[in-house]
């Protein structure tokens, strides 16, 4: 085990017991004992303790980073010939971080007839887009992009591999991990490049109540799926130019032992939450189902999403695509609008990282006011038909 | 049809609190459950038992306390179960994690479908399933949401995509991501409480499954922890009364916040 008190040091302040995520530090008799079941070995215990009383021996970070000589790469979601937002957003991020190092920026497009995003890429950043265009690659089968991505990594060796933390991302990303048996971080909020030339990814942990920096400085490359909405795409510039590569594949690269059979498109009108800009969610304080009606009547002068919590999920209300929550989509769009809803932790987590949020509810001690940038007490079927008519005033200027 | 359903035992979130005073997290007296998301897959493999036949085995990895998360498992209906626990396995990341279970699949023997939660609610990362795919050779089809049906050799499934679902078909063996639309988890039966507590769960240590000492634990793990901090606390607001006009200044503010919305 890497960690130990070192007793004759140890004051028993405390702090470490505070500090300690997992609660795996006790005070036994004025000193701190640490219940090796439970640590994680995170070190935050380290971190606090004034009168440094905790050893603890992290792995080496040495890395030979000439051997990772490819760059940072992004792969760059696309389904059916439709480019996902959060592909501009991390060639945005992307171009931050290869500056950082002093590296070029891949942008790399799997799918069928997607090659006409590739400039677009490049106008938002990317150095080189690497194109793999084939009919094979018409559904998102996760054994194929992660045979093809993985085969690829490893020819040209990219130190940085992202992807959006989407339904695609999080589901193939860990297999081209695995397959190269390198580290993987999910759902960063927050990249940076520290000292030392290593990708520091920032992540919430504990749903949210913790955010974690986590390292990979052994191996590489170092991946990352980064949650959409959170990292800004650069400004579209149609002078910038760039190098496009067309991979040509091997047909065993393409060989799915799972068949999609068929790809459905449903609720169209609803919006997708996980990439709304905008989200107006509905809770238990709307009483009844047809209630919603005020809900979508407010969504749609704001051009936004619906979302509802648990509970109006679980009594049919709206449908699970639409659950905001723990067990539903961690959302962060621009702006929040929470109608009837008090604010259980297991929503908070899943809607807190909005940049505003706006709370309309009867209880002036809801919880969710206190992640609120703007609230209302008092009753929602006054308060949210003006508020659909005071936008609708903005909307027509 | 044999099953083996990976969970993971975690801390109530329900249990935890924010003391307004402080704005910070109350832990104290937090209760340990099984990973929401995991009972979904408990019962999805329970009805596939009773429609298919066949056997369940529940396995976990964490320290000796773990046993209780598989001892509800049990009292839902699970016929076996192993507890994987060792000091070795500490510290071990999803890539580690996800070769210890690989490596505890495969000591088992034999086996059609291996079905995990979407994620646990502690780590969020959703990726020990699919890495461990990776390990045993495995297709995967994750993000599961209804098993329409089943044959001898493969599964027709719906998995969730941002704009609607897939239907795909797998073969077995092959590993599921459950979400939570796909069933309601039945709750413990007094029964099952009583087979749980006289079941003997083996407890299995790395020689047990036959695990490579570089690659769990530490060791094992590319990524680690360097510092874990607060979240930038939100200041929260003073709800104001509903008056036409506060809500005219909200909507105005807001709309300039945004710069624009309708464009």
Redesign the interface.
């Known amino acids: 085990m890497g960690i130990r008190i070192i007793a004759e040091k140890c004051t028993g302040c405390g702090a470490c017991v505070h500090a300690c995520p997992v609660e795996a530090i006790r005070m036994v008799e004025g000193k701190a004992v640490i219940d090796y079941d439970l640590c994680i070995l995170c070190g935050a215990c380290v971190e606090v303790c004034p009168v440094d009383a905790i050893e603890f021996e992290q792995p080496s970070k040495n890395v030979a980073h000439a051997e990772a000589k490819g760059g940072v790469w992004v792969f760059c979601e696309a389904v059916g010939d439709k480019i996902n937002d959060v592909s501009f957003e991390l060639i945005g991020e992307g171009r931050k971080l290869a500056d950082g190092r002093g590296v070029g920026l891949t942008g790399v497009l799997i799918g069928q007839n997607i090659s006409g995003h590739a400039e677009t890429l490049i106008q938002h950043g990317a150095d080189c887009v690497r194109v793999i265009d084939n009919e094979g690659c018409r559904y998102f089968y996760d054994e194929v992009y992660a045979r093809i991505l993985a085969d690829l990594i490893e020819r040209e060796k990219p130190e940085i591999v992202l992807a959006g933390a989407t339904l695609m991302g999080r589901a193939f990303f860990p297999r081209v991990a695995a397959k190269l048996r390198t580290g993987l971080t999910a759902d960063c909020t927050a990249l940076a490049i520290d000292n030392d030339g290593h990708l520091v990814q920032t992540r919430p942990a504990f749903g949210g109540n913790i955010m974690a920096n986590i390292l990979c400085p052994s191996r590489r490359p170092q991946m990352a799926t980064v949650r959409p909405r959170v990292m800004r795409p650069m400004a579209r510039d149609s002078a910038r130019k760039g190098e496009i590569i067309r991979e040509d594949l091997s047909a065993d690269l393409l060989v799915s032992r799972v068949v999609v059979e068929e790809s459905v498109e449903e609720e169209g009108g609803a919006g997708n939450v996980a990439i709304a800009d905008i989200i107006v969610s509905g809770g238990g304080g709307l009483g009844r189902p047809e209630n919603f009606k005020l809900i979508y009547e407010l969504a749609d002068v704001l051009e936004a999403a619906v979302g509802g919590t648990r509970t109006v999920v679980d009594r049919g209300w709206i449908s699970y695509p639409h659950q905001v929550g723990q067990t539903g989509k961690t959302v962060c769009p621009k702006l929040y609008i929470a109608v009837g809803i008090s604010g259980a932790i297991q929503h908070l987590v899943g809607m807190q990282t909005a940049e505003t949020v706006l709370a309309i509810n009867k209880d002036p001690n809801a919880t969710i006011f206190r992640v609120a940038d703007y609230g209302f007490v008092g009753d929602l079927f006054e308060i949210v038909p003006k508020l659909t008519e005071e936008f609708k005033k903005l909307k027509n200027g | 049809m044999n099953i083996i359903v990976c969970i993971k035992q975690v801390?109530d979130?329900?249990d935890?609190?924010?003391n307004?005073q402080t704005?910070t997290?109350e832990?104290d007296g937090?209760r340990t459950i099984v990973n929401?998301?995991d009972l979904f897959a408990i019962e999805e493999a329970l009805r596939l038992k009773a429609a298919h036949g066949g056997k369940v085995t529940i396995i976990t990895m964490g320290?000796?306390?773990a046993k209780c998360a598989l001892e509800e498992a049990i009292a839902m209906g699970a016929d076996d179960a192993r507890l994987i626990s060792d000091?070795a396995f500490?510290?071990s990341?999803?890539?580690a994690t996800?070769y210890i279970l690989s490596k505890t699949v495969s000591s088992i023997g034999s086996y059609d479908l291996i079905l995990c939660g979407k994620q646990a609610?502690?780590?969020?990362?959703?990726?020990?399933?699919?890495?461990m795919?990776?390990?045993l050779g495995i297709?995967?089809?994750?993000?599961v949401?209804r098993i329409a049906s089943v044959d001898a050799k493969d599964l027709?499934v719906e998995r969730?995509?941002?704009?609607?679902?897939?239907?795909?078909?797998?073969?077995f063996p092959?590993l599921i991501s459950v979400?939570?639309?796909i069933n309601t988890p039945r709750p413990p039966s007094f029964q099952g409480r009583m087979r749980a507590k006289r079941m003997e769960i083996p407890v299995l240590s790395p020689a047990d499954i036959g695990c490579e000492e570089e690659r769990i634990g530490?060791?094992g793990?590319?990524?680690?922890?360097?510092?874990?901090?607060?979240?930038h606390a939100?200041s929260?607001?003073?709800?104001?009364?509903?008056t036409?006009e506060?809500?005219?200044d909200?909507?105005?503010?807001?709309?300039a916040?945004?710069e624009h919305?309708?464009e």
């Open positions: 801390p979130t329900t935890v609190k924010i307004p704005n997290l832990r937090v929401p998301f320290p000796p306390q000091r500490a510290g990341d999803t890539l996800s609610v502690d780590g969020d990362t959703a990726q020990v399933g699919p890495e795919a990776v390990h297709p995967q089809v994750m993000f949401r027709v969730m995509t941002e704009h609607g679902y897939d239907r795909v078909k797998a073969p092959c979400v939570k639309d530490l060791d793990s590319p990524t680690w922890v360097e510092r874990i901090f607060a979240p939100r929260g607001c003073t709800a104001a009364e509903g036409t506060n809500i005219r909200v909507a105005e503010k807001i709309e916040k945004l919305i309708w």
